[in-house]
């Protein structure tokens, strides 16, 4: 199979981590957690291949290789182990943030609805000893009003005659990766600087919610559930920790996959609980989701928001019109036969590297691109949704995206709770530590140790 990553006919993706196939996590039955007095440790190694990201040799050094290997269930129950030991000073904090890209496929698999699957899920990750469950939502509504008021910025920059069009977007790790480490300048000054949902999600529990429990961040294991194996290449971004918290944002990464493979082979009962609030709070939120299709929506909003800010026009139904194929689209608001705003959707590196080739020749038509690796969007993440033979389960992604849609949709600009947090915890919507809290910066060209060069 050839890496995506590449366009010549070598491929230089990983092989496995090592020598073996994927082992199954073995995880304990309830009667064997009576027997070994409760502690997880039969837990088989759970390996991946770097080959189920997105992410090639030149993406990848062999010691971030090894990195993302340890990112599995058997770090997460190593935890569990320690918080039942006698020794209390080695306890952590268990905490799990689960994107809401993956709740469709919990809904899909257990024949649930996405409140109930949430239930479900949250009630078994508490009846193995996690203290908190949480979605990243909250994250995403950060991100999204953060791209909103860097594009608009952009947009006057480049108003003035200082290139900053167009804006492409930065959520998306095996993306932001490949630019970084493959691609370079003049690719990399266009990512957006907002921080990603599950960046901003580490900072929030390592340092907001830390602060309201009364607790060093170092005191929190906290734990991302995503549908792509690249979110485990993000946990190891070098800007973490940040002044802002002084332990990485994610402990480990777990895929949506990984987390139905516990569930299934566990004899545990579960007793559903509703998922927790950063706020302490006992109420349970209605579960809601951003406008996008099959992802966290940025186009959509920064579009409506662009519209309003720079136009005055009010935009309801956003219209997207297929180019090449239905995971390459474009967005226009026109006005008296006038262009006034053009946005893409590209999705997936063959669609990617028609926008980065007309970028690199100055001749992009863009304001705004929409960047997501995975062909499909974010439901198509590689850590679910998979047959056997690891192709798309197609039968089931059609069940998710209408599980996906039937989630009321809330836009970013309507949270009061997000609005609370700016002030509460950031000081404001316009003070310096939005800035670190929010906001990253992105590598230089160059490429990693012992990478093989590659072009488009």
Aim: aromatic share 8%; glycine share 6%.
């Amino acid at each position: 199979m050839k890496c995506e990553h590449c366009t010549r006919k070598e491929c230089s993706k990983k092989t496995k981590t090592d020598g073996q196939e994927n082992a199954s996590v073995d995880v304990p039955r309830l009667a064997q957690e009576k027997r070994e007095k409760g502690e997880f440790h039969k837990l088989a190694d759970a390996r991946i291949f770097l080959s189920d990201c997105l992410a090639c040799d030149s993406c990848v050094t062999a010691e971030e290789g090894v990195q993302v290997s340890q990112q599995n269930a058997k770090d997460f129950f190593r935890v569990l182990n320690l918080n039942k030991k006698c020794d209390t000073s080695e306890h952590k904090v268990l905490a799990v943030s689960v994107c809401p890209q993956s709740l469709p496929y919990f809904a899909a698999k257990f024949s649930l609805s996405v409140t109930d699957a949430s239930r479900r899920l949250c009630g078994f990750l508490k009846s193995l000893g996690v203290h908190y469950v949480f979605v990243t939502t909250i994250a995403a509504d950060f991100s999204i009003l953060e791209s909103q008021k860097e594009f608009v910025r952009r947009y006057h920059q480049h108003s003035k005659g200082e290139p900053a069009l167009p804006m492409l977007t930065s959520a998306c790790p095996g993306w932001v990766r490949y630019a970084e480490r493959v691609l370079g300048h003049p690719v990399t000054p266009h990512l957006c600087t907002a921080k990603s949902p599950q960046q901003i999600m580490g900072s929030l529990v390592k340092d907001y919610f830390a602060r309201r429990q009364n607790l060093s961040p170092d005191k929190i294991f906290h734990v991302i559930v995503a549908p792509c194996y690249d979110k485990k290449l993000e946990a190891l971004r070098e800007d973490f920790p940040s002044a802002l918290q002084s332990s990485r944002g994610a402990d480990c990464v777990l895929t949506s996959g990984e987390i139905v493979q516990i569930m299934e082979q566990s004899d545990i009962s579960v007793k559903e609980a509703a998922v927790d609030t950063l706020f302490g709070d006992w109420k349970e939120e209605e579960m809601r989701r951003h406008d996008g299709a099959s992802s966290d929506g940025y186009l959509v909003h920064i579009f409506r928001h662009a519209a309003k800010e720079l136009f005055n026009e009010d935009v309801g139904e956003v219209t997207y019109r297929t180019l090449r194929n239905k995971d390459f689209q474009e967005v226009t608001l026109e006005k008296n036969g006038e262009v006034l705003l053009r946005f893409a959707a590209a999705y997936g590196f063959r669609n990617i590297q028609n926008v980065i080739l007309k970028l690199k020749k100055g001749k992009s038509p863009y304001h705004f691109v929409e960047v997501l690796a995975c062909a499909g969007g974010c439901l198509n993440g590689r850590g679910q949704a998979q047959t056997e033979d690891g192709h798309a389960n197609k039968a089931l992604l059609r069940q998710m995206e209408g599980i996906y849609a039937d989630i009321p949709v809330q836009p970013p600009e309507t949270s009061t709770r997000v609005q609370e947090l700016y002030q509460e915890w950031l000081d404001g919507a316009d003070s310096p530590r939005v800035q670190e809290a929010l906001h990253t910066a992105y590598q230089g060209p160059g490429h990693p140790p012992n990478s093989q060069d590659i072009k488009w």
